[in-house]
């Protein structure tokens, strides 16, 4: 890291300490900050990475959705946020992830199956793996994803959740959603599906 933007990082790092105190001092709760441009990429942009998939509506509101992890992934990288917290938002980034894969495969696992909403994350990674369109290994990765995801339902948890969630982890889920989604174009390509 250049000299200069280590200066600029430590003059924005000092700012912000200091404005949390005067905030504090007068008792005011919201400000606004501006979050810099250019850094979520739109949702057309996400939308047109996501031409597999044909209903307009889901393909938004995937796009919509990696935005978000567009917010996630600038925070992670961006502030110095530790332990819980930091634990916190990368569980909730997996799981943001979980959910946009967990809606890619199910559509594409109603379009092979027909019409059939009910159809739940297990089965639809085994229906998308009998028809080739993603291997053994991606049916597990897939799964360890679903597994992470699910662990966003609180009450069912039976352990503490400090020192479960890593960047390593984050980094994975998205590994294992690019992989997937590459594996799709290949099946379309190939007319799989």
């Known amino acids: 890291m250049s000299s200069e933007i280590q200066s600029i990082v430590n003059r924005i790092s ?13 008792d005011t709760e919201k400000i606004n900050i501006n979050f810099p441009r250019g850094v979520i990429r739109t ?11 044909d209903n307009q509506i889901l393909r938004t509101n995937i796009a919509y959705h990696l935005m978000l992890s567009d917010v996630y992934r600038w925070i992670l990288n961006r502030f110095d946020i530790s332990l ?8 909730e980034g997996i799981s943001l992830i979980g959910n946009i894969t967990e809606a890619i495969l199910k559509y594409v696992a109603i379009d092979i199956l027909g019409n059939d909403p009910k159809i739940g994350f297990s089965r639809a990674c085994s229906v998308l793996m009998e028809n080739r369109i993603i291997s053994k290994e991606q049916k597990k990765e897939l799964k360890w994803l679903w597994n992470m995801r699910c662990k966003e339902h609180i009450y069912n948890l039976r352990n503490t959740e ?15 959603l690019k992989d997937f989604e590459l ?3 290949k099946a379309r390509e190939e007319r799989l599906i």
């Not at 949702?43 to 998939?53: M, N, Q, W, Y």
């Not at 819980?84 to 569980?91: D, Q, V, W």
């Open 183 to 185: 594996s799709i174009k």
């Open 14 to 26: 000092d700012d912000l300490q200091e404005l949390e105190l005067l905030l504090y001092v007068s």
């Open 162 to 176: 400090y020192g479960k969630y890593t960047i390593e982890h984050y980094n994975i889920a998205i590994k294992i």
């Open 43 to 53: 949702a057309g942009t996400f939308r047109s990475k996501l031409d597999f998939i």
């Open 84 to 91: 819980t917290a930091k634990e916190m938002l990368i569980k």
